[in-house]
């Protein structure tokens, strides 16, 4: 395991539980350079899987087909609604009575990736899309850990572009 973040508030934490650690900003730098620094750090520590978690770049697609099947993305809806950015405020404009919350693999074309786990929890017209993004944050941590649990137990399967997952 390893870490890699553009957020270097995380180095303390991570190396508290002796993790390799590096914070890799995509500040002054080319999309390419940027991700070239990611992916030698990747090829470095060879995990097994590559999981985003308040990652909110998009991935090239050279970068997405360097590491098949292996980019796990927490996304903020119950994707395929409100892909890309602003999902709550985008929920909110829409009246929705449930947010959720997707965990994917990533795939080359943004938020389509073979969905692994879901997601929901009610909501009404009293609800702000600051309400909604706070909420909303539970939800992506319970998604995400049911996936990463589902994943690193082998009871996902690929099937195109849709999983099954073995109870």
């Not at 985003?52 to 770049?57: F, I, P, Q």
């Not at 796990?72 to 009575?97: D, M, T």
């Not at 539970?138 to 990463?148: F, T």
């Amino acid at each position: 395991a390893a870490v890699a973040s553009n957020h270097a508030e995380l180095g303390p934490l991570v190396e508290k539980f002796n993790v390799p650690y590096s914070c890799i900003s995509h500040e002054g730098q080319t999309r390419q350079q940027h991700e070239e620094q990611l992916a030698g750090f990747i090829e470095k520590h060879a995990p097994e899987y590559l999981v985003l978690a308040k990652y909110m770049r998009i991935l090239s697609p050279w970068f997405v087909r360097r590491f098949p099947n292996r980019i796990i993305n927490i996304h903020h809806s119950f994707l395929p609604a409100f892909a890309g950015a602003k999902p709550y405020e985008q929920a909110f404009q829409r009246g929705v009575k449930v947010i959720g919350a997707t965990a994917h693999f990533v795939t080359e074309e943004l938020d389509q990736g073979p969905i692994i786990v879901q997601e929901v929890l009610p909501v009404d017209h009293t609800h702000t899309p600051r309400d909604l993004a706070q909420a909303g944050r539970d939800v992506e941590k319970i998604a995400l850990a049911r996936a990463l649990r589902l994943v690193f137990e082998d009871r996902v399967m690929l099937c195109g572009n849709r999983t099954v997952i073995f109870d």
